[in-house]
């Protein structure tokens, strides 16, 4: 299964991201981002399916809730910034 | 033991919120630094605490900053809004938490509304004060000496027509009054998380409409290449490691704070304390009492208030005697030389506490 990250500057703004996801459906796994993501050192991440992603992000910001980039995964593990 | 000084901190601490510090120190690591079960754990206790703040108080979960104390998010708070040479309007109720930072940064003082129990003149000498100019006001939401419960949200009104960034010290209000981020507009508001909101000592919360400016830099599991403290809430307010036992317990009494509710709260304390105000009065000592008034009353016995309130504690009352950190607000009542014995209520207040204490109270005549 394909799937995306939601990468945020701090844990409170992925855990706000994830309440906010929460009550639109989506489920999301909060979770540290990989070293290679993170261009200034240390972050949160959300996990998610990449079929909701871009819906994922709409609701981010309707509701104002500040997220870095989005980066998309292959089956074989390569990922990429997928630039909404 | 009754005790009569929730004015100080809340005593003894609810079950459920001890059980939510041992419950936290069993099963939680390091906040913010890594991505294991035991971190994740403390993740999401810390952030249940900031969301249960943030529903009480009006605000978004990231603009609740977890501090060691309410000193600690108002000294943070007057360090961001004040600079030495400001003029800084206060009221005459304050703690030495306000006059003692200011001081410290050597500000011009402007003290506003000395009467007890009478917020039209608060109100008259605070919009003078505003009027002649200020670079900033902190003012508290209740006296701790004396329980008066200031006009808050008109104080606050006037800074915002006269443009003066404010702090609001809630260290007597949160958890028994509304207190609302949103609604007063105020830069910080400060408020402990061990008295009214019923959690350990060594916790409080800043909320905060602005960035404060950080008391301390170091780490805060966060933009870690970054050399300055992150520009953003609440990781700017919070380097280092977390007190995740505290601020678990503090959820926990948050929480119970949210379900008995604020009226419920402030109606039982406001009716202790007036009932022991009256008592007192019958008994012929000089009571503080008024209509603004929560649950806080200060007397002065017949006699030292230090060896009146040992008297009591004898007797199985624990109250507070003295100036209570608040000479300010002792000079503006007129008992800086005496001081007073306070006696302050919590949520479980009930009229067997005031019976007793009034009992007891027979001992001074």
Redesign the interface.
């Known amino acids: 299964m394909k799937f995306c990250f939601i990468t945020f500057r701090s844990v409170t703004f992925a855990q706000n991201g994830q309440r906010s996801l929460k009550r639109v459906g989506i489920d999301t796994i909060l979770r540290r981002t990989p070293k290679g993501l993170e261009q200034r050192g240390c972050g949160y991440c959300l996990q998610l399916k990449e079929t909701v992603a871009l819906e994922a992000v709409d609701q981010l910001r309707r509701e104002g809730i500040e997220f870095s980039k989005l980066y998309r995964f292959r089956e074989n593990g390569s990922g990429e910034e997928w630039p909404v | 033991m009754i005790y009569l000084d929730n004015g100080a901190t809340s005593f003894p601490k609810p079950e459920p919120v001890r059980r939510a510090v041992s419950a936290a120190m069993a099963c939680c690591g390091n906040?913010?630094r890594?991505?294991y079960p035991a971190a994740?754990e403390a993740?999401?206790r810390i952030?249940g605490c900031?969301?249960a703040a943030a529903e009480l108080f009006d605000c978004?979960?990231?603009q609740v900053v977890l501090t060691s104390s309410c000193t600690h998010g108002l000294n943070m708070a007057i360090q961001t809004l004040v600079k030495p040479g400001d003029r800084v309007v206060i009221s005459g109720f304050e703690h030495n938490a306000v006059t003692r930072p200011l001081h410290g940064l050597g500000v011009q003082i402007a003290v506003a509304g000395r009467r007890l129990f009478d917020p039209e003149d608060t109100l008259t000498q605070w919009e003078d004060a505003l009027r002649r100019g200020a670079d900033a006001a902190v003012f508290t939401h209740v006296s701790n000496v004396f329980g008066y419960i200031l006009p808050v949200e008109e104080m606050a009104e006037l800074c915002r027509v006269y443009e003066v960034p404010f702090v609001v010290d809630a260290a007597q209000s949160a958890g028994s009054l509304p207190v609302s981020l949103g609604q007063w507009g105020a830069d910080f508001i400060a408020a402990p998380g061990h008295k009214g909101l019923l959690g350990p000592m060594g916790t409080g919360l800043l909320l905060c409409n602005r960035l404060p400016k950080p008391l301390l830099a170091g780490g805060?599991?966060?933009?870690?290449?970054?050399q300055e403290m992150?520009d953003?809430?609440?990781?700017r307010g919070e380097p280092g490691t977390p007190n995740v036992a505290g601020i678990a317990g503090l959820a926990a009494g948050i929480g119970l704070v949210r379900r008995m509710g604020l009226s419920r709260i402030a109606n039982r304390e406001h009716w202790e304390a007036k009932r022991c105000a009256e008592g007192l009065k019958k008994l012929g000592f000089p009571v503080f009492s008024g209509e603004y008034q929560g649950g806080t009353v200060s007397f002065i016995p017949r006699m030292d208030c230090e060896e009146a309130a040992g008297i009591l504690g004898k007797h199985g009352i624990a109250v507070r005697a003295g100036l209570h950190c608040a000479p300010l607000a002792h000079e503006s009542a007129g008992t800086l030389k005496t001081g007073t014995v306070r006696i302050s209520f919590g949520p479980e207040a009930t009229p067997e506490q005031s019976w007793a204490f009034l009992q007891a109270a027979r001992h001074l005549l």
Request: hydrophobic share 15%; glycine share 20%; net charge negative.
């Open positions: 906040p913010g890594g991505g994740m993740v999401g952030y900031r969301e978004r979960p990231e805060t599991g966060s933009e870690s290449q970054n992150p953003f809430l609440p990781d």
